[in-house]
């Protein structure tokens, strides 16, 4: 039987596979991506940095974004008990974006997918990759389409861009643990029903809960009047509300005076989910013939809705690395792409790490604060955690510590 041959064979047609695949096709290049599921599919993730729309931009997709009516979202809000605050992304340190969307991702990876196939990027939807040879002279995926049958593509290299599915890592055995505590979300999309003045539509509202400070619930508005609303904490704690996931989410949300006020006319039109132990890391994001893309590599945590911006970061890092490779130039995985990457990623690890200690918790509902350092923090929020420019990128940890103490002695 005859082996197909593309340049570079996509795994996942989700974010960062969708957008790997327009910007190699904008190189030229024969790109096919096998995808599991029929899209629409339901995923989770709907908040976007704007540092995102940079990426979406870059793949030539960003008409297409905004045409299709999402929620425009221009910051993040945080509320603690009787203390909230506001960033305003335009209103930030770096360059760049400071607005972007807040989506359903049945839609929007929908949406990304058909861009990546008008720009000539051939996907396969309900095909499973279940094999990779790398041994091979050139490496070769195993995959099977709806009828169950296994067949082999060859390809010159292969992004993995499965996500949570995580494929090559668990191939490969490439996972290692996470550094994070397990960690769990219960959420759903509900009718909102808030008619509160003070509400404000255009920014993820972030709420602490009131005796936890490590545990937290995301309220993201949609267009037409809906959200998504989720709450993460430690798979111990989640464990200690019985009844279905709805149940569960109802009871965490009702222990919190102003989410219970706010949401008191919802619509609970849809059962809620569960999804457990997603942080992961990988040993490394590259070997000969493959890298690994987006969440099928390291994911922290959902706190500061990092996940897309990071997948897209890593498509369009891995798309000009690719581009030298294929004009027969030297290339180094590691330094050109996987420690850049890195970078960005560890900025946020120092946020998220702070954040569940409670220290930048105290930072951001500090009530003196200087306004430049909001502003190079707004910067982070948004997703400019690449900005070297940015001194709490540069050197996030040291800078983050000491305006912590500093936040904790003027309390
Ligand atoms: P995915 O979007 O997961 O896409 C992977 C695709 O690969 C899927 O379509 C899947 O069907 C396909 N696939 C899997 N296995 C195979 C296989 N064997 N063969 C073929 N195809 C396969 N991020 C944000 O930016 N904002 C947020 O607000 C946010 N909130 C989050 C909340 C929670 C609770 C969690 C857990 C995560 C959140 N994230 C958020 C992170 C976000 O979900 C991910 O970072 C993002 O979806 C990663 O995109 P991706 O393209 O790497 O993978």
Same mark, same amino acid.
């Given at each position: 039987r005859n082996i197909e041959k593309y340049d570079v064979v996509v795994i996942g047609a989700g974010p960062a596979g969708s957008v790997a695949a327009a910007l190699l096709r904008q190189q030229g290049r024969r790109v096919l991506v096998l995808e599991r599921e029929q899209f629409p599919r339901f995923s989770i993730g709907e908040s976007l940095l704007p540092q995102s729309m940079a990426y979406l931009e870059q793949a030539g997709m960003l008409q297409a974004v905004v045409e299709a009516g999402f929620q425009y979202k221009n910051g993040a809000a945080f509320v603690r008990g009787e203390r909230s605050t506001a960033f305003?992304? %335009?209103?930030?340190?770096?360059?760049?974006?400071g607005t972007t969307y807040q989506v359903q991702r049945a839609q929007f990876d929908h949406v990304l997918a058909k861009e990546a196939e008008r720009q000539g990027a051939e996907i396969r939807f309900q095909h499973c990759v279940t094999g990779v040879d790398l041994d091979a002279a050139t490496p070769l995926v195993t995959a099977h389409g709806p009828d169950g049958v296994a067949y082999q593509v060859e390809a010159e290299f292969i992004l993995d861009a499965s996500g949570f599915g995580r494929i090559l890592p668990r191939l490969l055995a490439l996972e290692t643990p996470s550094d994070f505590p397990v960690r769990g979300a219960i959420f759903t999309h509900i009718?909102?029903?808030?008619?509160?003045?003070?509400?404000? %539509?255009?920014k993820i509202r972030v709420t602490v809960h009131p005796d936890h400070c490590d545990v937290w619930y995301w309220l993201i508005p949609f267009s037409g009047g809906r959200c998504s609303i989720g709450v993460v904490a430690e798979t111990a704690f989640l464990e200690q509300y019985k009844g279905t996931d709805t149940e569960r989410l109802q009871a965490l949300v009702n222990e919190d005076p102003a989410s219970r006020k706010l949401l008191q006319n919802a619509r609970w039109d849809t059962p809620a989910r569960a999804i457990t132990g997603y942080s992961a890391n990988v040993?490394?994001?590259?070997?000969r013939g493959y890298a690994l893309l987006g969440n099928a590599g390291e994911f922290l945590d959902p706190v500061f809705s990092s996940g897309v911006t990071i997948a897209l970061k890593s498509a369009s890092l891995a798309a000009a690395v690719l581009q030298r490779h294929f004009a027969g130039a030297e290339v180094d995985w590691e330094n050109d792409y996987a420690v850049p990457l890195k970078k960005g990623v560890d900025t946020f690890r120092t946020f998220v790490e702070s954040w569940y200690a409670g220290g930048f918790q105290n930072v951001i509902f500090?009530?003196?604060?200087q306004p430049e350092i909001r502003r190079m923090i707004a910067a982070i929020l948004a997703?400019?955690?690449?900005?070297?420019?940015n001194p709490y990128v540069r050197e996030s940890k040291r800078r983050l510590t000491v305006l912590e103490e500093i936040c904790s002695r003027m309390e």
């Open positions: 305003d992304f %335009r209103d930030k340190f770096s360059t760049g974006w009718e909102d029903g808030i008619s509160a003045p003070d509400f404000d %539509r255009n040993k490394s994001l590259w070997g500090h009530e003196d604060q997703g400019y955690a690449w900005d070297e420019a």
